[in-house]
């Protein structure tokens, strides 16, 4: 990000330290140097050397994008190298996620990016998006818009006013992880959206109430019937490149028999369509 090329080293790694809210003291102890040399590197009375600049940032837990922002702030070359998806370089990550999506059918499950950008999909959810306003699901889809917009799924899931504070509480989280204006500018806008588009919570309980007190799940009224979801998400363990560190998987589970069920009839009615691929 070009952001914050400009700036000096010392201003991003304060801005960092305050983000994860830790004192000079703090942060001197865990990178072992002194809180005076750690003042002189922010203030700029002192130029860190490459491998300062990454252990401060491992420690801080910057992101990889932001890291190599740091580097160039601080006179070094990038540390993390940055392909496209469809690049050689990432085609055994590509092929990994594929796979993935594949292996989780008949269950609903896509890949999205550090913007919530839809990057591919297994077959199961273009048929849970029949309700969609054509608009938004012209590439680029923004998975998060696709769920909130009042022409999107916000008027197909009954319980609404949960699902929407559990997507902006994760959202939030993620802006004050990367500290990035594109993801902040995105919590706002959909911050913004009606509040009450759906059926309340009430109208339609959870099926399970056991699971209501441990998760949130996805009350989606489909025209094939009512689904009810829980999400997870898996990411890459290890990342060195910056476009795998950014990309997660989302992957749903049925959270009642009767989901189960429809979701497995559903697969066999789509079969032979292809994935979804932005």
Not at 87 to 94: G, I, K, Q, S
Not at 133 to 145: D, F, G, K, Q, S
Not at 179 to 192: I, T, V, Y
């Amino acid at each position: 990000m070009s952001r914050g090329i400009t700036r000096p080293i010392g201003d991003l790694l304060r801005e960092w330290r305050e983000r994860r809210r830790l004192s000079q003291l703090a942060l001197a102890l865990d990178v072992d140097v002194s809180t005076r040399h750690l003042s002189f590197l922010e203030t700029g009375r002192a130029r860190p050397s490459r491998e300062m600049v990454l252990r401060l940032t491992e420690r801080l837990e910057v992101p990889l994008r932001e890291r190599n922002v740091m580097l160039l702030a601080a006179g070094f070359a990038p540390a993390y190298p940055e392909h496209d998806l469809d690049d050689p370089a990432l085609e055994v990550a590509r092929a990994a996620i594929e796979r993935v999506l594949a292996g989780h059918e008949p269950f609903p499950a896509l890949a999205i990016d550090r913007y919530w950008t839809l990057v591919t999909a297994n077959r199961v959810v273009p048929a849970l998006l029949s309700g969609v306003a054509p608009e938004l699901l012209e590439p680029p889809i923004n998975v998060l818009r696709l769920s909130l917009h009042p022409d999107g799924l916000a008027g197909q899931i009954a319980n609404l006013r949960e699902w929407r504070a559990h997507l902006l509480a994760r959202l939030a989280c993620q802006v004050d992880l990367t500290g990035d204006p594109r993801l902040s500018n995105l919590l706002q806008e959909l911050s913004a959206y009606p509040r009450d588009q759906g059926m309340r919570a009430s109208d339609q309980p959870v099926s399970d109430q056991s699971l209501a007190s441990v998760a949130i799940p996805l009350l989606l009224n489909t025209e094939h019937g009512t689904l009810s979801l829980i999400s997870t998400t898996m990411v890459f363990g290890t990342p060195i490149d910056v476009t795998l560190s950014e990309l997660a998987i989302e992957a749903f589970f049925p959270a009642d028999a009767a989901t189960a069920d429809l979701l497995q009839r559903l697969v066999l009615e789509t079969a032979g369509h292809p994935h979804v691929d932005q």
